[in-house]
């Protein structure tokens, strides 16, 4: 038969080296996955906000005492939304945005140090009289947390490096569709900074977040855009009405309940922003726009999960309006070759190492998991088997004799009593001991010496094998009648 392969195999049954785990870098987490992550650490919506405007707010308050230029400010939102996602409850919300905003300083190629930043941070309360420097030693336990923190940072970000920069389009957009530059157009650059205290900026593409300011920021200062709210040009940018409709909605939902969180709310009234949000409502209920593009109730292949090198996994059905990154579908079967397609959360075994291609981790993938296969060879045999020939009692009795003799020939010496004797036609006992022994015992009475004379006797006449199976036939059958 053609071998058979095993795909599942145990975790503690293969060989080797374990074949490591990779972690596809996750571009953009979407609503279905933020609300497992805040229900998994048990975490409440309100308190999640709170945690997270407050970060946000210490990132740009540091940002502009350091004069660091937007981009980095963006890099630090990000990381630091994506690290409160994977470590809610650590370290508190200041530890986390210092060392978000020092993970950004680097990526952005505007090198800060940890105790720069600290000092920035500390001085900002402070009197200038009273201002330290960046070497006092007050700075330095909490720069080694920020320190350690960072590599958290890196890994819960999947080492991927790439930022997105909305303010550039926003410009653009602006002056394409001719607003009032002090007016719409500058609120229209603050909205892209206030939209960085929402998750919004990972869910949604460049080209959705700049069409969203622009757009709000003209509905506030009223000079709306008809070609814009129309979605004309949104196939050229190959963007979605509904995925512009949720980001107007998280920002008003920013303006309406954290308004004086924020850079645009507290210029305006509140009633501004709860018309625009009903005349949104309207336009999205006319039309059946969800609130949420990818939300589904369907079991998610989460963005950028953790998974095996080298295993294949099970099948799975391609989601119409998938929960995760449109980049997943060359990941979805990317497991490991020691387990049956289940990822473990926690602490792994083996390496995590980090990949941004999809396509390529499959093909390491495919080549490693040849070496994990288990193949199998089934054959068919046919065996005749011999009947068991009935055996009579002389041939019973002659196949005893026969294996008596056999073991005495090996053991020339051994008796059936197991003592030591002389030749094979003869046995008699010349221990001393015994002899001893029989004459204490004869001491004792008639009977004692009639039963010493009966063994002496037959311990000194030469052994016949038949006698030997003789008399062991009347032992077994006098042992049978004191039984019944």
């Known amino acids: 038969m053609a071998p058979s392969q095993t795909d599942e195999q145990g975790e503690s049954d293969h060989v080797g080296p374990h074949p490591s785990y990779i972690e596809i870098a996750k571009p953009y987490i979407f609503e279905p996955r933020v609300q497992e992550c805040l229900t998994s650490a048990g975490v409440s919506e309100a308190k999640d906000d709170n945690i997270r405007l407050q970060g946000v707010a210490w990132i740009d308050s540091v940002r502009k005492a350091m004069h660091l230029p937007v981009r980095t400010h963006n890099t630090a939102c990000v990381y630091y939304h994506k690290f409160r996602l994977v470590h809610p409850d650590s370290n508190g919300y200041i530890d986390a945005a210092a060392a978000a905003l020092f993970a950004a300083c680097k990526i952005e190629d505007t090198l800060k140090k940890s105790k720069e930043i600290l000092c920035a941070a500390y001085n900002m309360k402070i009197s200038p009289s009273e201002q330290l420097t960046p070497d006092d030693p007050l700075f330095e336990n909490h720069s080694k947390t920020i320190i350690g923190l960072e590599r958290l940072m890196l890994e819960a970000s999947g080492f991927d490096f790439r930022s997105r920069y909305p303010q550039k389009l926003v410009l653009k957009l602006a002056k394409h569709y001719c607003v009032d530059r002090e007016a719409a157009g500058r609120t229209a650059y603050n909205i892209s900074l206030d939209l960085y205290r929402i998750l919004a900026p990972l869910k949604q593409t460049t080209s959705t977040l700049a069409v969203a300011c622009v757009e709000l920021a003209g509905r506030i200062c009223e000079q709306r855009i008809p070609d814009l709210e129309a979605g004309k040009g949104y196939k050229k940018w190959r963007i979605t009405r509904p995925e512009v409709m949720e980001t107007l909605l ?235």
């Open 250 to 484: 998280d920002l008003l939902d920013l303006y309406t309940h954290h308004r004086a969180s924020t850079i645009v709310g507290q210029d305006h009234a509140l009633e501004t922003f709860i018309s625009i949000r009903i005349a949104l409502n309207q336009e999205a209920s006319s039309n059946n726009y969800p609130r949420h593009t990818q939300n589904t109730k369907k079991k998610p292949l989460t963005n950028g999960a953790k998974v095996e090198n080298g295993t294949k996994d099970p099948k799975i059905k391609k989601d119409v309006t998938p929960t995760t990154s449109p980049r997943d579908d060359l990941m979805k079967d990317i497991t490991s070759p020691t387990t049956n397609g289940t990822s473990k959360p926690g602490l792994k075994d083996g390496t995590v190492r980090f990949m941004l291609d999809p396509q390529r981790a499959r093909d390491e993938k495919n080549s490693v998991g040849e070496f994990f296969k288990e193949e199998e060879e089934e054959y068919e045999v046919e065996v005749e088997r011999a009947r068991r020939r009935g055996k009579s009692k002389t041939e019973i009795r002659l196949s005893m004799k026969a294996a008596e003799e056999r073991r005495i020939a090996r053991h020339p010496r051994t008796l059936r009593h197991g003592m030591p004797g002389t030749r094979k036609e003869e046995y008699t006992f010349k221990s001393e001991t015994m002899l001893q022994r029989s004459e204490g015992i004869k001491t004792y009475g008639k009977k004692h010496k009639h039963q010493l004379e009966e063994k002496e006797q037959i311990r000194k006449r030469p052994i016949d094998l038949d006698d030997m199976i003789k008399e062991s036939r009347e032992k077994r059958a006098r042992k049978g009648r004191r039984g019944n």
